[in-house]
């Protein structure tokens, strides 16, 4: 007899990482004969978000921006109905690879807001996960090639899906706590990203001179930051650079200032 009814799996996903996570977590449970709804936070409507029923395990997914979770999963957790069921709060970091060694990303602030947030409003905590997937913090380092991409996804698929078995059978798994220390030490860092550094960021971001606006980046950005300005792809300040746009885009013409002379390169299971 299983402990949980459902998995409802909330993700919010730039470049592929977090909604893949959520696939392969949608994969345990259906080897269990649970039922899991994987729902992209940026397709529904945040203001009427409907309550989750008892026996049900809620799972919030992201990726870490500027050593928080973005601001459109903050708002959808802030925003999330009251309930008591159990939560899995989960990210996806910048993992780069040295040698056969995949280095950490930070996750600082986003597990200890967001579970205090959930606990007041009457849920559980069961787990606190970070998974460091390829970074695609291009505006501050290369973009990492394909078989880096490969290799990274073949080392952390396993401890996703070990990580779900362990809480669909009732067990906790707080991963994170063990970097407790340093997530305080950044925390300065990630309010001064949320106050003025993700807007440098969003405004670093350009078309070059071949864009032949096809408009594609408009039309899968997350979070509709992107508009027309004299017939160009414009970035407001609702950008989250989720870096969505530069890895649809078809030609790779989209690019974060500070990153431009990089070779850009996305390899997504999904996309
Ligand atoms: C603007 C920006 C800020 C980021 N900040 C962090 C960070 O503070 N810590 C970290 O570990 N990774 C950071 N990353 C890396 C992403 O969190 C990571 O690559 C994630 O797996 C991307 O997930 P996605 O493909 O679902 O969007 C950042 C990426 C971007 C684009």
């Given at each position: 007899m299983e402990?949980?009814?459902?998995?409802?799996i909330y993700y919010f996903s730039g470049t592929g990482n977090s909604k893949n996570v959520a696939l392969w977590m949608s994969s345990v449970a259906s080897k269990?004969?649970?039922?899991?709804?994987?729902?992209?936070?940026?397709?529904?409507?945040?203001t009427s978000i409907t309550p989750p029923l008892k026996g049900e395990l809620l799972v919030f997914i992201s990726p870490i921006h500027g050593f928080n979770y973005?601001?459109?999963?903050?708002?959808?957790?802030?925003?999330?109905?009251?309930?008591e069921n159990?939560?899995?709060?989960?990210?996806?970091r910048a993992g780069m690879l040295i040698g056969n060694f995949i280095t950490p990303g930070l996750t600082g602030i986003a597990f200890?807001?967001?579970?205090?947030?959930?606990?007041?409003?009457?849920?559980?905590?069961?787990?606190?996960?970070?998974?460091?997937l390829p970074s695609n913090w291009i505006s501050v380092h290369p973009g990492l090639n394909d078989k880096t991409i490969k290799i990274i996804h073949q080392k952390i698929k396993p401890k996703v899906l070990d990580c779900t078995e362990k809480v669909l059978s009732g067990k906790t798994n707080f991963a994170a706590l063990r970097e407790i220390v340093q997530d305080v030490i950044v925390s300065p860092i990630?309010?001064?990203?949320?106050?003025?550094?993700?807007?440098?960021?969003?405004?670093?971001?350009?078309?070059?001179?071949?864009?032949?606006?096809?408009?594609?980046?408009?039309?899968?950005?997350p979070v509709k930051a992107i508009i027309k300005v004299?017939?160009?792809?414009?970035?407001?300040?609702?950008?989250?650079s989720c870096m969505k746009c530069m890895s649809h885009c078809p030609k790779k013409l989209l690019k974060p200032l500070m990153g431009q002379s990089y070779y850009i390169q996305f390899y997504f299971l999904q996309f």
């Open positions: 402990i949980y009814s459902k998995l409802l269990r004969n649970i039922e899991s709804v994987i729902i992209n936070i940026a397709e529904i409507d945040r973005p601001p459109a999963m903050m708002h959808f957790i802030g925003r999330f109905p009251k309930g159990n939560v899995l709060l989960m990210n996806t200890l807001l967001s579970s205090l947030l959930l606990k007041m409003k009457g849920y559980s905590i069961v787990g606190m996960a970070p998974f460091d990630s309010v001064m990203y949320y106050l003025i550094g993700r807007f440098l960021f969003a405004k670093s971001n350009f078309a070059s001179a071949d864009c032949n606006n096809c408009d594609i980046c408009i039309k899968n950005c004299n017939n160009r792809p414009f970035w407001t300040y609702n950008c989250e």
